[in-house]
């Protein structure tokens, strides 16, 4: 079971909102802050009974691959580099978390909602128009994508590098992540935002042939929040928003 913890300052985040409970102005959902490791976090089960949220901070740098994903890095090369790994229960490529660089938010909703959807493909589209409400709001324009998963050379082993159903982009370029696990109980949404995108660092640990082609595409292929918004507070102020848009 995930520890939970009441009002935290997150790393590289400022003072989130709200001490818990019920977020101002989303009737419904439960804000909670889990502590422990990225780690700890990942692999725990968390009891879904009823709608709610999980802002998550980042301890320590963490490569976090997807479920079923094959391409993982050799041990010493990510204690070299000081990064931790950590499969995570839904499917995807690998994310590559560090302090201060990500906003990582998970979603839970129980089976049997109104906003549940038994069809995956259509399942966290609900999601993705909340995370545009709440870029529209910090005046970033940016649309969910509906069709079916886009997979290139690369996505099977970086998640940013393709882009799947709920999914949400700026210009082309994805800039909210969402995997999902489903149970009986409901789905967990794990959603992550790059404050910034260089993914020369993922491409490196995963040892991605050739590099200087799979940094290009990589580059191109998603963008970073500070890169659309100069604003410090970018990533408090679209939690706050992305809070605001939850559908009640």
Known sequence: MVRRHGRQRAAGLGALPG???HPDGVTGWL??????TVAERHVAEVEIAGRCVHVHEVDRPTLVVGSGQRRVPDPQVLAA???GLVRRRSGGGGVLLRPGEVLWVDVLLPRGDDLWEDDVGRSAWWLGEAWVGALTVRG???NVHRGAMVATEWS?????A???PGEVQVGGRKLVGISQRRTRAGARFQCAVPLSWA???????LGLEPRERALEDLTAAAVGLRELAADPDAAEALLTALLDALPA
Request: hydrophobic letters at 45%.
């Open 156 to 160: 099977a082993a970086a998640c940013f």
């Open 140 to 142: 970033v324009e940016a």
């Open 199 to 205: 993914p020369a660092p993922l491409v490196e640990l």
């Open 19 to 21: 001490p818990g409970g």
């Open 81 to 83: 580099a000081g990064v």
């Open 162 to 164: 393709g882009t799947g």
């Open 31 to 36: 804000l909670e802050r889990p502590v422990g």
